[in-house]
């Protein structure tokens, strides 16, 4: 990553924060807010523009505009969830819930913004997000069966991999024929190899997964039930990957990604948990880095 510096490592451990406190005590978290005034519990999260202050000062990049967008964003995202938790307290799904899906959605993928960070940084801006989401969806709305925890557990790895042995064979035969994915080796030492997997999994696949299937998924099946919930997660998914090594719409990388997301959703769904779906897409990136 470029431009790491001390200070940018402190904004990433506090941008960290919220997400490790979320993934191992977020009904203690929201129980702990749900007393405070709507007035605090609304402009709390305003907290997140922290990070940005403290690196853009330190690079000499701050910018007001930029300050006003990430303190605002996670208040405007916690006010509208509270209205939706009030207008729909059987959690099926409101348009307020919709709404924010894709601005989260579009702002990653379309890169909205990304001029705000020094060039490298780009993952702190994504961070930010997920945990203006994850503050809005768990404590705020307290959205049901997203299954955010990660105290890792058995089942987490033998769903992760079961649905990683269903999916290769699929992949790897339509990528060849498709010439999207090359055989080769790029084999580095086994810490190497283990410590590029561990960061796939927290800086990839945990973002895509929470998005996907805790919201995405876990919201539809409310509405469309499982099957068709699995099928459109799986098609947006797909579409997310749409500019993806490629400057025109990477039709073979949506295809393949689709199909994916269909394993992924599989995953989650087994026992609701994020872990399981996120080993499998961390595995999945991870041995095509190695051997595609």
Not at 215 to 242: D, K, M, P, T
């Amino acid at each position: 990553m470029q431009n790491v510096t001390p200070m940018a490592i402190a904004a990433l451990g506090l941008e960290l924060t919220p997400a490790v406190l979320f993934g191992g005590a977020a009904e203690r978290v929201a129980r702990a807010v749900g007393p405070w005034p709507v007035a605090l519990r609304v402009s709390l999260p305003a907290l997140l523009v922290a990070p940005y202050v403290m690196l853009s000062i330190s690079q000499h990049t701050f910018h007001w505009g930029w300050f006003a967008l990430y303190a605002a964003l996670p208040v405007s995202i916690a006010w509208l969830l509270l209205r939706a938790a009030v207008a729909d307290p059987g959690q099926h799904g409101d348009w307020r819930d919709a709404l924010i899906l894709l601005v989260l959605g579009l702002a990653v993928d379309l890169r909205w913004f990304d001029r705000a960070w020094p060039n490298g940084l780009r993952a702190l801006n994504e961070l930010f997000l997920v945990d203006a989401g994850l503050y809005g969806f768990l404590v705020i709305r307290q959205l049901g069966g997203t299954g955010f925890d990660f105290r890792l557990k058995w089942s987490d790895w033998k769903t992760g991999l079961r649905e990683l042995v269903f999916l290769a064979p699929f992949v790897v035969v339509l990528g060849l024929a498709l010439g999207f994915i090359h055989p080769h080796r790029n084999l580095p030492g086994i810490a190497s190899a283990l410590l590029r997997w561990v960061g796939i999994f927290f800086f990839t696949a945990v973002p895509e997964e929470l998005y996907f299937r805790a919201w995405v998924q876990n919201l539809l099946e409310r509405r469309v039930g499982r099957r068709a919930a699995l099928a459109i997660a799986s098609v947006l998914f797909g579409l997310s990957h749409f500019n993806k090594r490629s400057v025109h719409f990477n039709w073979r990388y949506v295809l393949l990604a689709t199909i994916a997301g269909i394993f992924y959703g599989r995953a989650w769904r087994q026992r609701r948990r994020v872990p399981a779906s996120t080993i499998t897409h961390a595995s999945v990136d991870w041995l095509w880095g190695l051997w595609f």
